[in-house]
């Protein structure tokens, strides 16, 4: 079964906005991270943003400032807002859901993010 799930992806041109959506199934969601990776061809994957069930946030410093991610409570989803987009972060966008306890990992199938300048 698929317990997690990343949408929101597209063509988007350079100085413009995207809002990535995570869901995940109910049963992996108590003591969890959730973070958003990216990976560009040629790449290794990297983390953008995670978000603790506590509401701490972890940005990397390529994103800082442009990128938010916040649960958004009527979908029940955890949101990458990307602002300010460049071509530099053209990339398949990820969702990772980590369980802290245990370390097991979930991923999204990602959704690609394309930046045209």
């Known amino acids: 079964q698929v317990q997690v799930v990343e949408s929101g992806g597209g063509l988007v041109q350079a100085g413009g906005s995207l809002r990535l959506s995570c869901s995940a199934s109910r049963s992996i969601l108590s003591s969890v991270v959730i973070a958003w990776y990216r990976q560009a061809p040629g790449k290794e994957r990297e983390l953008v943003a995670d978000l603790s069930s506590s509401g701490m946030t972890n940005y990397a410093d390529s994103v800082k400032g442009r990128f938010t991610i916040s649960r958004d409570n009527v979908k029940n989803t955890v949101d990458l807002q990307m602002n300010s987009l460049k071509p530099e972060d053209t990339a398949v966008y990820y969702c990772?859901?980590?369980?802290?306890?245990?370390?097991?990992?979930?991923w999204g199938q990602g959704t690609q993010v394309t930046v045209s300048s």
């Open positions: 990772n859901v980590r369980k802290i306890y245990t370390n097991i990992q979930y």
